[in-house]
């Protein structure tokens, strides 16, 4: 079908964005910044889905959307850019969240990265970024983005969401408080998950909502840098109960802006994962390039396989086994790293 009215570039431009132009605090001026603002998003589950979309939408131009993770039933309820099929396929949730971007938004670059972020990758995966929005599950990752942002004084904004509640802060390296001089260590003991506590999609959408305005006025700069929120905010939908705590300045003594010790940067790659609750392992101990045709052939005696382009799946009772391009496994069945790697080393290779 075509367009029934042929505009110029400038023309279209003005007309898709016309109502965030008009909204006086973005306006033409802050519409062409966000064009060309660039924005990772570590982590595509239900916060990083509906941030990919709000951001998508509103015309910043290059998101970059990472995740090491694939498509589930489970995901559905609340992780807004999957559908059924996706599900179906096991699609990795970059791949998804970047073709369903695309289909409303082809306007703007949506990259697509299948891979984890660890000390040996972050520096590839977050390079020339302007922005970081946190869409991961785990305090790990959050610490290690942390240290790479304050390091190389990119602002990024911590966002969480669990049972009917969720969380943010808005982290400008040297200027507010990073996430070290909040938390100096991840929180002990019981922590709740997703899997634990459950989540409302509403609570996900809330803080996302939160976290992608904040981004939005990073990228427009200027008058807007003075809106940004300088305390950690919470919010339960459930309860009606709030809580911020000030965050407007370095904490003295801060091991991560004040003694610039990345401790998290420095750390050694992590061979194992144990996913969020999930009852799944994760191995990546190095880069195994995967013939996916040859495994395939290979893994068909020993249970059920398929694969596509980005995934194979093999299928050993009571075991289920991912495997990425890179080879790079997500075994579930089992939350025991022995047993994980050594199915890995029987069936993969050692
Ligand atoms: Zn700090």
Redesign the pocket.
Same mark, same amino acid.
């Given at each position: 079908m075509t367009s029934l009215r042929q505009g110029t570039e400038k023309e279209k431009f003005e007309e898709r964005y016309s109502r965030q132009i008009l909204f006086r605090g973005i306006g033409a001026e802050g519409q062409l910044r966000l064009a060309a603002g660039r924005v990772a998003i570590v982590g595509c589950g239900a916060t990083g889905s509906a941030v990919a979309s709000l951001l998508a939408r509103a015309g910043v131009g290059t998101l970059r959307i990472i995740d090491r993770d694939y498509v589930e039933a489970s995901n559905l309820q609340r992780q807004s850019l999957f559908d059924e099929r996706d599900a179906a396929e096991s699609l990795p949730k970059a791949v998804a969240a970047a073709r369903k971007i695309a289909a409303f938004n082809s306007e703007i670059v949506a990259e697509a990265r299948v891979d984890d972020v660890t000390p040996a990758t972050v520096n590839a995966l977050l390079d020339e970024m302007d922005v970081i929005l946190d869409g991961t599950d785990n305090f790990e990752t959050r610490y290690l983005v942390n240290d790479y942002a304050?390091k190389n004084t990119i602002p990024w904004i911590y966002a969480a969401a669990v049972g009917s509640y969720g969380v943010s802060l808005n982290v400008l390296p040297n200027r507010t408080? +990073?996430l070290? +001089?909040i938390f100096p260590d991840a929180p002990g003991g019981m922590v709740e998950t997703c899997e634990t506590s459950g989540i409302l999609n509403s609570a996900v959408n809330m803080v996302a909502s939160i976290a992608a305005t904040e981004a939005l006025k990073m990228l427009v700069g200027g008058e807007a840098i003075e809106r940004l929120r300088k305390t950690l905010w919470s919010f339960d939908v459930w309860k009606n109960e709030q809580a911020e705590i000030a965050a407007g300045y370095?904490?003295a003594g +801060?091991r991560? +802006?004040?003694e610039r010790d990345f401790v998290h940067l420095a750390g050694e790659g992590r061979p194992h994962i144990t996913m969020c609750g999930r009852n799944s392992v994760q191995i990546h101990e190095r880069a195994r390039p995967i013939d996916f045709a040859e495994m395939q052939r290979r893994l068909e005696t020993h249970g059920m396989v398929r694969h596509n382009e980005f995934v194979l799946k093999f299928w050993r009772e009571p075991y289920e086994m991912t495997l990425f391009p890179d080879g790079r496994a997500i075994i579930k069945g089992t939350t025991d790293t022995g047993i994980a790697r050594s199915l890995y080393a029987q069936y993969v290779g050692s």
């Open positions: 304050v408080a +990073c070290s +001089c370095p904490r +801060c991560t +802006c004040g």
